[in-house]
């Protein structure tokens, strides 16, 4: 009996896997380049070494089956002892390149094919990219600042060589007390206060218009967030306004002056009762919103009507896992992690059959979702600052954050006047060499949009073989953990 | 009564000062007086500082130009800059170091090392440490420890590169990033030995100001500085162990096959051992158990400081000396009870999270009557506007900045949002940082006459204090705005963002200042060393002072004081007090009528 059931696995994990394949077969060159994106290309490049070297060529350095090997598991291939492994370890620093045992034969195929036809059309894409990128990347150092440099650290070597002389020059201009240091420098702290708020204000407007807070969040919650923002700037704002203009003009009003002598003045138990209970009140008001605030925001009961969709990390890209019609995420296990698929989930359970991976995050317009986090390697964190959401994805402990997004990326585009900008998901909790480039796009459409989207996508298990009726206990080889 | 017994005792041997010879390695090397500990702090500190620094101005550089090579690189980081590209993973590995040194070494050791030694028996009366061994051993394992985590910058795979707070899995799993193998190790074993280090010079500083107060040195006679560091050793020993033990339990999980910290971690990732059950979020509380407490563990020496270089220079009492006292008490109990604010976005639940926004907003209140002390202090003083009393205001100034930026990371919803975002970044530079650094370079201009005998140029140090002063708001002020627009922090570039690309040119800004902020340490590091050798002979009281340190003679003796250790009469703060001939009395002399403590302590003569 038991071989029987096992033997009904094989076939059905056979036929899944097959179809999988075949599936991807039948799809066009760009699966390879979304697959290169997905997988590659937080740390590689063709034309240019990023974390890992130019991909440039390397169809003609290496053949098809060592590339295949090396992409599935470096490090092994590293460790039996291949010379040509080991070289390219050490030419880069030796940095452990992510193993994508997810990845299918066919899969990277597809990433070597893709990889190929870029560096044959690179010359083109070259010149493109150099016209495009004119005005910021290629550029060399403003000259002027390379001068500016220079001139300074020329200045500081030349006074540091002829320091001594400085030094008996300032040290007898002391003596003489030409100038009254004293003086100067509470002249100094004043123009410092007017200059220092005079820039803070100017950067507040200027700078302040890049920030997320100049555009309008882009959810539900986002909303009592700005507000939340505002009152604490306000009461801070005004006090640190207050204070430094105090401290500032007391340096400068009460600057030495030989006629007269200091107030002794060590103790008012009425002024320290006032800014004790004074700042207590304002924390108080802070306190108290700021509670209200965040348990609205944390407010678990939103997450029971929400629509689940998992996000997973792993070093360095994210992948969306949407729960289906069910509205149930299948059952995962981190053991098989790009065993069965690449993210662990059990496809026998009838929970996981409708379950759809993608590699971008489409949102519906204002449908309220829980983003569920799971982690394969090490701390992630999930930031989508328009939307004022953050949650650390961390492996083996559940993590998720509700909210509703409010603006499509289409409305979102109009309101900042530039077509390209598209909502992301950053990685703001350091987790390896290309963590600067972990990221996601995250698109808020339609529910017409949403949906035909969605459509397109392939389920997990494709349909043909969720037919198939599951024996109810297979599932308990994989630990539930939503 | 002890006390005086142990003093004259003292006394006794010290009495002609040096009958027993030194030799250049007693002397300078191997001492056991606390002066040349604090000198030997000081020293180290600065050697790291200069290195904390130059790591800062390599990952400035990359920041602001992130697609120039620069080829000099090369010549200094080999392959970790390979034509002149700095390697994503050594930018990791260049902001951890410069962290950790910075926080540990520099702001930790080579601040309340320094000026805790130096001060703590000068300014209470006391002829050394109440263990000058264990001080000795304090900075040998400090050295040790600096030893070895520099030479975690020279191993294969580079030094620990998770950030300065090594968060597992990152920092456990060698496999997850380079720096997280040999270097991780030397970085665990470093911060070992600066545990126990900080552990050696904490128990003694508690020791030695209990008990070894001189005759009418009362706790409520005491300068704030020496309540300082009080607060900051007790603070001391009750986080750090904690440190300690989150470290050891580290290295099981990375040598020992354990799983404290990991959980659902593949075989394949972590050397062929499954690892389950742990979780990595424990080790985030065992961390910031101590992480929070050491940022006041930085902040509170440097307040310090600037209490007796403000009440001194402004020729006026300290406003609300008690209040201050309290204030500090205050501020070290809740330290312990807000760690979870660095940890708002790890899922924690959410009611646990308000208790901790509860207990850090209440920070707040003793935070702002210091401040608003200090302000009092300033109000209607005489302002010798002194180096160490311009690094004074600039401290008090930072404070505020950066403590209002604090009420917005302290509230858990706005956190996040901000939660590691470069307003993190903006916020501890300028409150811990700056702060700190300032109330350091306050307290070195300060004390230079007692450290060296000889003065230090004002005039650079005007220069020194304008440069920085400047250099260091036009660096971290504008970080606020790249925070609030959700540019995280610790990435190596940020390019790959379109939304991001209009602050190319405030990263250029920013690594001008820095770099400018960088070169007037210079200025700095010229007067010290000159000024060791050829600077103006320093007067006995060059501040006209109250506190005791400045009633030793200027030669620095073995055992402070040539003759008798002086008894206090009074407060340390009775400058410009009515009816007194000069703008200052010191703690040692009487009032009219006013008994010797010694008498006091005589048990009552019965007719």
Known sequence: MKILIQLRQSIFLFSALFLLSFNIQSQSADEGAKLFKANCGSCHAIDQKVVGPALKGVHNKYDEAWLLKWIKNSQELIKSGDSKAIKAFEENNKIVMTSFTNLTDEQVKLIIAFVKSESEKAPVAEVAASANVENVETEPLPSIIIWLLVIVSILLIAVIITMKKVMSIIGSAEDLAIFNW????????????????????????????????????????????????????????????????????????????????????????????????????????????????????????????????????????????YAGADNKLGPHDFRQIGVVNTVGVDPKSQTSKDDIITSELHLKLGQPVVLKFRSRDVIHSAYLPHFRVQMNVVPGLPTQFTFTPTVTTASMRKTLNDPKFDYVILCNKICGAAHYRMTTTVIVESPEEYNKWLGEQPKLVPAATTSEKVQPGETKLLTQKN | MSNQHLNNEDHNNHEGNDQHKQTFISKYVFSMDHKMIAKQFLITGIIMGCLGVLMSMVFRLQLAFPDTPFPFMENFMGHWAKDGRLDPSFYLALITIHGTIMVFYVLTAGLSGTFSNLLIPLQIGARDMASPLFNMLSYWFFLLSSLVLVSSLFVDGGPASSGWTIYPPLSALPTAISGSGMGMTLWLIAIILFVVSSLLGGVNYIATVINMRTLGMKMTRLPLTVWSFLLTAILGLLSFPVLLGAGLLLIFDRSFGTSFYLSDIPADLAGGIERVGGSPILFQHLFWFLGHPEVYIIILPALGITSEVLATNARKPIFGYRAMIGSMIAIAVLSFVVWGHHMFVTGMNPFLGSVFVLGTLI???????????????????????????????????????????????????????????????AHFHIVMGSAAIFGMMSGIYHWYPKMFGRMMNSTLGYLHFWITFIAAYCVFFPMHFMGLAGVPRRYYAITAYDQFDVFVNMNVFITIAALIGGAAQLIFLFNFFYSIRKGKKAEQNPWESNTLEWTTPVERIHGNWPGEIPHVYRWPYDYSKPGALTDFIPQNIPDEGQTDPLEETKPPVHA
Do not use: C
Not at chain 1, 221 to 227: P, R, W
Not at chain 1, 239 to 245: D, L, N, P, R, S
Not at chain 1, 266 to 287: C, F, Y
């Open chain 2, 363 to 425: 920070i707040a209140v003793p935070s702002a009557v210091k401040t608003f002390n200090y302000l009092a202090t300033l109000w209607k003083g005489n302002l010798r506007l002194t180096p160490a009393m311009l690094f004074a205001i600039g401290l008090v100034s930072f404070f505020i900045s950066g403590g209002l930026t604090g009420l917005f990371l302290g509230n858990a919803a706005l956190d996040i949002n901000l939660h590691d975002t470069y307003f993190v970044v």
């Open chain 1, 182 to 321: 004293n003086e100067i420098n509470a002249t100094l702290l004043i123009i410092f206060l007017v200059v220092g708020l005079g820039a803070s204000f100017w950067e507040f407007f200027v700078h302040g218009a890049f920030t997320v807070l100049a555009t309008p969040a882009a959810s539900e919650h986002g909303t009592i967030y700005d507000s939340m923002f505002s009152i604490t700037l306000a009461l801070t704002g005004i006090v640190f306004v207050i204070t430094q203009i105090l401290l500032f003009w007391y340096s400068y009003r009460y600057k030495h002056d030989p006629k007269r002598k200091a107030l002794y003045y060590p103790d008012n138990h009425k002024l320290e009762l006032i800014w004790t209970v004074i700042p207590a009140l304002v924390l108080t008001v802070l306190v108290v919103r700021g509670l209200q605030t965040w348990s609205s925001i944390t407010d678990r009961k939103q997450a029971e009507s929400a629509q689940v969709i998992e996000v997973f990390g792993q070093q360095f890209s994210w992948i969306v896992r």
